[in-house]
């Protein structure tokens, strides 16, 4: 059982849902990423998505762009994204991290070269937003193979039929976008998630996270109503933004903000 | 290789693929509208009543067949091959990007879409929509890098005249992939009801195809009016190479004559050994960037690099996935020219011929003059002269120290 599989599980048996929180890696500085990793578990997060920054984030709005311009101009490269998550494993071996990001630093890296260095540092699943499973031959079976989370993304426009055929090619969880739009952008519907992913439940036994449009504990609590765990981006990278210049407040910021969000959630099991 | 109408026509694959380039990466949200017009496009590709009104906008709205002229002292002065001018800089608003803007717009009043999108780099395929938007009362939106929007203010102001609203990129280096970006970004967010006319061969499938499609007209005419005209075909076709939908509408329709040579011309920018140029054939590697794949100029982490070029057009990362695959099986030969070469061949034209070209089209100008002369008397080389250079006065005058 993945990691991934096993906190989702024991998160259901507690009739709990999941808080997963994104930041982008080497935002605002490389030196800071594990640290502000650390303080997203201590704030509640079950499992780490971790962005892997791109120059041309093109499913991304402004503040997650401006959060890869600020991890670019330091340099921060796949690999040293990977080198963080090996770092952070060594003082926590049980919050799954997921390497969120695009295809094209992953193939320059070279597919099996990022496989292998993923598993090794423990990375437990890949997300990549601009490989639909009809390109992913090549590439799913070698995560498969070293047992990482192929992660994909469904829609409010996913037909299903594709529905079907992406969660097969699915593991640990599927990423639900909750609207037609980009990260950031504040056009959520409960009512139309809630209905979608009732319908994505029927179809695939996989757990569903909502990502896209969760800025607080209300929406958190709305969506963690109807699904099986919530995803939450631009709000924190947006607050990594505004308090940049002082790690301590930095932290006390993230923790305001991801901490009733948890509670929220927790306040939906009793 | 040598390609026939069997294995062309089994190009792109089901999936959008020609050989390992090209393909649909894209995120979900998009998914369904690709496929939908995908089938939607095969399906209208062989509709009688589709066709018919594509060919007579094409001859009565854009003023086709352009001409194809043979520049009779530029070829005396040159010595060498013949040089012809395949004059797409004669179609209404300027350049061949209007062939394509007939083709999308139609299949977008097909689809019923009332609100219609575009990237643009130097403007003319900004203008080119924004021409058959007004002339079917579609909502137009053009995304334009900031930086372009200085360089090319004439295009803008057309623009605006025809009533498309211009959006100013300011993300990333302010440029033509910038300016994709944003619109893939409007796209997703306004997917139902808005059509997204890509400008060049590139981006997810089947963007590549019907683009292709629709530019295939150059080379149709082209090798009849040489035949014609020159008593031949042509020896050497020459086109230059941004996202490459000029270069490629000319040589699809050529790519089975095997005595006919193709080169595509890049930007060489300040020279491929400075990094300061637009030409991923030349210099860039394979990579996948908006959605598709394809050569590409990037870092050794995956990062796209920026580009430079002279002229704003040309300015982009990226390449059609189809011309990735022809410089693999080696049917088509890609080449660069500098800054420098090109504003030469954009005087010489002018000075010579009296034409003068866009900025773009002066790259494919600039490298026949060097080949002509390679070439015998009896041979025939064609140059694409995808646009008019007058979007680039303000540019020229600017080098030569004028204020215009």
């Known amino acids: 059982m993945s990691r991934i599989e096993g906190v989702l599980k024991s998160l259901k048996g507690q009739g709990r849902k999941a808080l997963i929180p994104y930041i982008t890696a080497g935002d605002p500085h490389p030196d800071q990423t594990v640290g502000l990793m650390h303080t997203l578990v201590e704030a509640g997060a079950d499992i780490i998505e971790l962005g892997v920054p791109f120059s041309d984030p093109m499913a991304d709005g402004p503040v997650i762009q401006m959060a890869c311009e600020r991890a670019l101009k330091h340099g921060t490269s796949l690999r040293q994204v990977i080198a963080m998550i090996k770092q952070f494993r060594e003082t926590d071996d049980a919050t799954p991290v997921v390497l969120m990001g695009y295809l094209n630093p992953m193939e320059a890296m070279g597919y099996e070269a990022f496989a292998d260095a993923a598993a090794d540092a423990g990375v437990d699943g890949i997300l990549t937003v601009d490989l639909p499973p009809e390109e992913a031959d090549d590439v799913a079976p070698l995560f498969t193979a070293r047992n990482l989370d192929a992660i994909f993304l469904l829609a409010p426009t996913t037909t299903d039929d594709r529905i079907r055929s992406i969660s097969e090619h699915s593991s640990g969880y599927v990423y639900y976008v909750s609207f037609k739009g980009i990260t950031g952008a504040s056009k959520i519907n409960v009512d139309e998630v809630a209905a979608k992913v009732a319908h994505i439940h029927d179809i695939t036994a996989l757990p569903v996270g909502v990502g896209f449009g969760i800025r607080d504990a209300e929406t958190a609590a709305a969506v963690g109503r109807v699904s099986d765990g919530v995803i939450v981006g631009s709000v924190l990278v947006d607050t990594i933004a505004r308090n940049q210049a002082d790690s301590d407040q930095l932290k006390r910021a993230l923790t305001d903000l991801l901490h009733p969000m948890r509670e929220a959630l927790d306040g939906l099991a009793s | ?404």
Not at chain 2, 5 to 23: I, K, N, T, V, W
Not at chain 2, 34 to 52: A, S
Not at chain 2, 182 to 199: C, K, L, P, Q
Not at chain 2, 244 to 256: C, E, H, K, R, V
């Open chain 2, 1 to 404: 290789m040598k390609l026939t109408e069997e294995m062309l026509s089994a190009l792109p694959d089901a999936r959008g693929h020609f050989g390992a380039y090209g393909g649909r990466f894209v995120s979900e949200t998009l998914m369904d509208s690709l496929m939908t017009l995908e089938r939607e496009y095969l399906r209208l590709k062989n509709d009688p009543e589709f066709q018919k009104t594509f060919d007579e906008d094409l001859a009565n709205y854009v003023g086709r067949p352009s001409p194809l002229y043979f520049a009779e002292r530029l070829t005396r002065e040159t010595g060498g091959a013949q040089i012809w001018l395949k004059r797409e800089d004669l179609n209404h608003t300027g350049a061949h990007k209007v062939n394509n803007t007939i083709g999308q717009a139609l299949l977008a009043s097909f689809l019923g879409k009332k609100r219609v999108i575009a990237e643009t780099g130097a403007g003319q395929h900004g203008v080119a929509t924004a021409t058959v938007c007004a002339r079917l009362g579609l909502e137009c939106h053009v995304f334009m890098g900031a930086e372009d929007i200085k360089r090319q203010s004439l295009n803008v102001y057309r623009m605006k005249l025809l009533g498309a609203e211009v959006h100013s990129v300011e993300s990333g280096t302010r440029t033509l992939k910038d300016a994709m970006n944003d619109a893939m970004r409007d796209w997703v967010s306004n997917v139902d009801e808005t059509f997204y006319i890509i400008g060049t061969v590139a981006g997810p499938h089947p963007y590549p195809l019907l683009v292709r499609d629709f530019q295939s007209v150059i080379g149709r005419e082209t090798r009849r009016q040489s035949l014609e005209q020159a008593g031949k075909l042509p020896d050497a076709l020459v086109a230059c190479v941004g996202g490459g939908s000029n270069a490629i509408g000319m040589f699809y329709p050529f790519l089975t004559d095997e005595s006919v040579q193709m080169y595509g011309v890049e930007a060489g920018g300040l020279g491929i050994e400075t990094g300061q140029h637009a030409a991923p054939l030349c210099a860039g590697r394979p990579g996948v960037l908006h959605g598709n794949r394809t050569y590409l100029m990037e870092d050794e982490n995956g990062q796209i690099a920026g580009t430079h070029s002279v002229s704003a057009g040309l300015d982009y990362p990226g390449v059609g996935p189809e011309h990735s695959w022809l410089k693999d099986i080696g049917r088509a030969r890609y080449v660069s020219v500098t800054d420098d070469e090109a504003l030469d061949g954009f005087r010489t034209l002018t000075r010579v011929e009296g034409i003068m070209p866009a900025l773009e089209s002066a790259h494919a100008v600039a490298y026949a003059l060097k080949l002509a002369p390679t070439m015998d008397k009896d041979q025939v080389i064609v140059i694409n002269v995808s646009g008019r250079g007058d979007k680039d006065i303000h540019t020229i005058a600017q080098l030569d120290g004028i204020e215009a």
